[in-house]
């Protein structure tokens, strides 16, 4: 089956400065990325996804990018703000529509 | 759109005793998920529907975890004999298949804890 492995586990960057996390993935069959931001407490919300047939995507600051070759995806958050702080998690699916399999997760710090 | 919603939000219960939990999806989407989530880790796929059917099962649902969506909206999940390592939060999630991709859309969730 598919994994979903995920680094760094924890990221602490100062205000402004770019985050990255990293991800990689096992099956050949996962066409669909998404990403979900978990604050404390609360529900995981999407923040961004990707498809295979599309190497990047972008959304004000925060992009992802996708090497299916590889099977890497990546996602990238600039300018950060206190209000990224949160676990952010990566997944792999066949389709939007299909059981999710979720990265551990990577707990991001912005320090004002 | 009221989302995703998830009763109750938090259970109590000692070693041995049923529970049960509720999930109402979004109205128009056809397509529910469970998945388990304990401290610290990514949510785990436990199961999902597709209107009444259950389409898959995890290796991590044992026999006594069982789910039902009767009438394709809502659903329950109940786990009969509750022991420790089931302490964990319980996540549902909703989508549809319909015309374009729609992403899963989460509850609050509702966190058991096994005393």
């Known amino acids: 089956g598919e994994n979903v492995e995920q680094h760094p586990s924890t990221l602490s960057v100062q205000e402004g400065d770019s985050a990255v996390i990293k991800c990689t993935y096992s099956?050949?069959?996962?066409?669909?990325f998404p990403w979900y931001k978990q604050e404390l407490g609360k529900r995981p919300q999407l923040i961004i996804d990707i498809r295979s047939n599309v190497g990047e995507k972008k959304d004000q600051r925060i992009a992802v990018t996708l090497n299916k070759t590889a099977k890497h995806f990546s996602l990238h958050i600039t300018e950060t703000q206190p209000e990224d702080s949160a676990v952010y998690f990566c997944?792999?699916?066949?389709?939007?529509?299909?059981?999710?399999?979720f990265g551990p997760g990577t707990s991001l710090s912005v320090i004002p | 759109d009221t989302g995703v919603s998830q009763d109750p939000r938090h259970k109590i219960t000692k070693r041995g005793q049923n529970v049960t939990f509720r999930c109402d999806p979004i109205s128009e989407h056809n397509r529910l998920y469970w998945y388990r989530q304990t401290l610290g880790q990514g949510p785990e796929f436990l199961t999902y529907?597709?209107?009444?059917?259950?389409?898959?099962k995890s290796r991590l649902l044992s026999d006594r975890f069982s789910a039902e969506r009767p009438k394709g909206s809502f659903s329950t999940l109940e786990i009969q004999r509750t022991e420790q390592g089931d302490s964990a939060m319980y996540l549902c999630?909703?989508?549809?298949?319909?015309?374009?991709?729609?992403?899963?859309?989460f509850g609050d969730g509702t966190r058991l804890s096994i005393l």
């Open positions: 997944a792999a699916s066949e389709t939007s529509y299909d059981k999710v399999i």
């Open positions: 999630a909703s989508s549809s298949t319909g015309s374009g991709d729609q992403p899963q859309h």
């Open positions: 099956d050949s069959a996962s066409n669909y």
């Open positions: 529907f597709q209107n009444e059917a259950q389409l898959e």
